[in-house]
């Protein structure tokens, strides 16, 4: 009995738990209004929402929780929109190879995969061939694709390039 009142007087729960609470004063532990075990802050900033919590088990702080806000970060594994191919010109007996416009709709530099087919007179396709190339942000470039065989170029009636080129 008289360990049961000198628990009682110096503040310990009973039922301190080893779970991770999601905020400050749950989960056990000392009662004590002046003991602070955690002294990391829930509040959040910097774009960052989720909770900090405290491991009694082994005294790491963990964070949980996701990531709001600005969503241009540097992130590696962000995916870049395809960017859109427009041809300027077609394969001829002058020249072996077309010349396509590659647009860039992102805001972060990519390479991009343009891919032409070149058509004979009969609507045969003679060859289909890609180029990558690296366009910057919101930007236009333009690039050459060529025949695999120059020769093949007077045989050329007509080009279609794929209309999205996807980044590579």
């Known amino acids: 009995m008289a ?5 009682a ?13 999601s905020g400050h004063g749950s989960g056990g532990g000392c009662s004590s209004s002046s003991q602070d075990h955690d002294s990391s802050s829930s509040s959040s900033s910097g774009g960052t929402s989720g909770s900090r ?7 790491d702080d963990d964070y949980t929780g996701g990531t709001s806000g600005d969503s241009s970060s540097s992130d590696p594994s962000t995916t870049l ?6 041809l300027l010109s077609c394969a001829s007996q002058s020249q072996s190879y077309a ?8 805001a972060t530099g990519g390479r991009f995969t343009a891919t032409v087919e070149f058509f004979g007179d009969g609507s045969e396709r ?3 061939q890609t180029t990558e190339e690296f366009v910057a942000a919101n930007d236009t ?3 050459r694709v060529n025949l ?3 020769a093949d170029a007077a045989e050329v009636d007509h080009c279609e390039p794929e209309p999205n080129a996807p980044a590579a």
Request: proline share 2%; aromatic share 6%.
């Open 126 to 128: 003679l060859e289909k």
């Open 53 to 59: 919590y405290h491991d009694y088990d082994d005294d």
């Open 3 to 7: 360990v049961l009142v000198v628990l």
């Open 99 to 106: 010349i396509v416009e590659i647009t860039n709709p992102n």
């Open 148 to 150: 695999s065989d120059s």
């Open 141 to 143: 470039a333009t690039v």
């Open 81 to 86: 929109q395809d960017a859109t191919v427009t």
């Open 9 to 21: 007087l110096t503040g310990f729960s009973s039922s301190r738990g080893h779970g991770h609470s």
